[in-house]
């Protein structure tokens, strides 16, 4: 399972969907940031980050490769967690931070990532925007990855920034691959 996705992120770093925000990247770590205008009040994106995550995370960046499995319990403590089966499960980050409707941040390393010395920090911040919610997403990586963590910045940018794509589409038009939205992106 960790294979594929390590595959998948390699993959990934070869398809675009947004431009790349690797805004930092050095031997210890790298930080990724995108931004996009979302048509909707930050109440409602909020609870579509938090409230849907299944409804819009892409599957194939899932280890049990159904987003439905996916659940972020929205307080410090909390988890963003993924059931697998036989009752196993993963915790993919620990909830840090809680401003309902403005902002979250956890800590861990996604994917991939998790099997290596690293330690993360992913920020979910949003404003209102002229009867819009801008959301600002932020993700700062650092430790030690065998290989290099350099080399992983550019397919956890694009991951992420599918994955922002993806909650701006869903809560848009209801459907996390609409192609409507993309048009409008960062």
């Given at each position: ?11 990934l770093s ?36 938090v ?70 920090s ?28 350099e ?8 991951v ?11 809560v848009?038009t ?13």
């Open positions: 399972m960790l294979n594929r996705c390590v595959v998948i992120f390699m993959l070869v398809t675009t969907v947004s431009k790349a925000d690797v805004v930092q990247v050095n031997s210890t770590g790298f930080l990724v940031k995108h931004e996009v205008n979302v048509k909707a009040a930050p109440a409602k994106v909020y609870d579509a980050l409230g849907q995550v299944g409804s819009w995370w892409d599957p194939q960046h899932t280890y049990s490769g159904d987003s439905k499995n996916l659940a972020i319990d929205a307080r410090p403590g909390g988890c963003f967690c993924e059931r697998l089966e036989n009752g196993g499960g993963i915790e993919h980050m620990r909830i840090v931070y809680v401003q309902p409707g403005a902002q979250i941040r956890m800590a861990g390393a996604l994917g991939p990532l998790q099997a290596s010395g690293l330690a993360g992913l920020t979910w911040k949003l404003t209102t925007d002229a009867g819009s919610t801008k959301v600002e997403l932020t993700y700062s990586v650092g430790g030690y990855m065998q290989g290099g963590i080399k992983m910045a550019p397919a956890v940018d694009n992420l920034g599918e994955q922002l794509h993806r909650l701006k589409a869903f848009e209801g459907n996390p691959t609409s192609s409507a939205t993309k048009s409008s992106g960062t």
